[in-house]
């Protein structure tokens, strides 16, 4: 894999003109070994304990019946001996059962564990036969995007924090009069499950893909996911949106490629990236850069692209590695620009510090 090392940029399907092998090994999809035959444990036989049964009968019986009479010590003597057969086989039955439990238990996790393997190998086997030619990751992935027509069309909700850069932007295209003019709509707090981590859990179990914005054409119903990404987090300072690059400084893998791969192939989704001092420094030129992008993959007469004025020499930002994203957490930079949106942001959301 080869991308562009610098920001903004692209990310869509290129499978139907070069098909890439799907990355097996990234999909993070946790490993599932073939169970073992469980080790049943044996219920212990009841042996001499059969000989308790008579004797809390018998001694229950004599017992109640001498206590109508005069030997009170024996009746009492005879009622004990009942009172503890009776503990003692009570016992020995809640063993027994907790016995069978266990092993019903161990039966369940065996065959629930089975069945997940078997799901698991069956999806891996295909994935491997689908690479093993560029017609059937072609296939595949056509395949996947029928499939999933209707979830494409119709995003989910998807719970998500904004951040100060992604409040400012919002605001900005709001703004934007040629968005509303050229029918695009401003979407948030939308996403979609990833489709290939579906083929081996359920819904249920996997967190879905989130979109900082979603750009929907209507006339044409495409929709472009516009992501902002920072070097690091602010609260642990931890790199994201990092990559790795090769001796020859292209890049050969960065932390977001499963998550665009998929909503660019499988989904038809357009993904523009923009690095946050961009988006922070450069709003407008963002805006218009991102309109002009759009005729790229509109086939709409109706639309006039915008024209992109002059760009900054420090508006094109290169991607950073781990290792650079580090050094921007020690050196502040995320705050050396931010600040100057805080004041902003902080009228729009109603608080005076952000």
């Not at 407008?284 to 692209?305: A, G, H, K, Y």
Request: proline share 4%.
């Amino acid at each position: 894999m080869k991308e562009s090392i610098d920001y903004p940029f692209f990310v869509h399907s290129k499978f139907y003109l070069n098909p890439e092998k799907i990355e097996i090994e990234d999909l993070g999809v946790q490993r599932v070994e073939k169970p073992n035959q469980p080790n049943y444990e044996k219920a212990r036989a009841l042996g001499a304990v059969h000989l308790l049964f008579p004797i809390t009968w018998l001694s229950g019986c004599f017992g109640i019946l001498v206590i109508f009479g005069e030997f009170y010590i024996v009746s009492l003597i005879l009622l004990i001996i009942s009172a503890v057969s009776y503990t003692i086989i009570n016992s020995f039955e809640n063993v027994q059962r907790e016995v069978v439990d266990r092993n019903l238990k161990k039966e369940n996790e065996y065959k629930d564990t089975l069945i997940k393997y078997k799901k698991y190998k069956q999806e891996i086997e295909k994935l491997i036969e689908i690479n093993n030619s560029p017609e059937k990751i072609s296939s595949f992935s056509l395949e996947k995007r029928i499939n999933l027509k209707e979830r494409i069309l119709n995003p989910i909700e998807v719970k998500s924090k904004k951040g100060i850069s992604e409040i400012f932007f919002l605001n900005k295209l709001q703004n934007e009069k040629r968005l509303k003019e050229f029918g695009f709509e401003i979407l948030i707090n939308k996403g979609i499950h990833s489709p290939l981590l579906e083929n081996f859990y359920s819904q249920k179990d996997i967190l879905p893909y989130s979109c900082d914005f979603l750009i929907h054409h209507k006339k044409s119903n495409y929709y472009f996911n516009i992501e902002i990404d920072e070097p690091h987090t602010f609260e642990s300072n931890y790199p994201i949106h990092y990559v790795e690059k090769n001796e020859r400084n292209e890049i050969i893998k960065y932390s977001d490629w499963k998550r665009d791969m998929e909503l660019a192939e499988y989904c038809g989704w357009i993904v523009l990236r923009f690095a946050e001092f961009q988006i922070v420094n450069y709003p407008q030129i963002c805006i218009d850069f991102m309109l002009s992008s759009f005729t790229i993959f509109l086939n709409d007469e109706d639309f006039i692209p915008s024209i992109v004025p002059f760009i900054p020499k420090d508006f094109i930002i290169n991607r950073w590695t781990f290792e650079e994203s580090v050094k921007y957490s020690e050196n502040n930079f995320r705050l050396s620009y931010l600040s100057t949106i805080m004041e902003e942001v902080g009228s729009l959301t109603g608080k005076k510090r952000i």
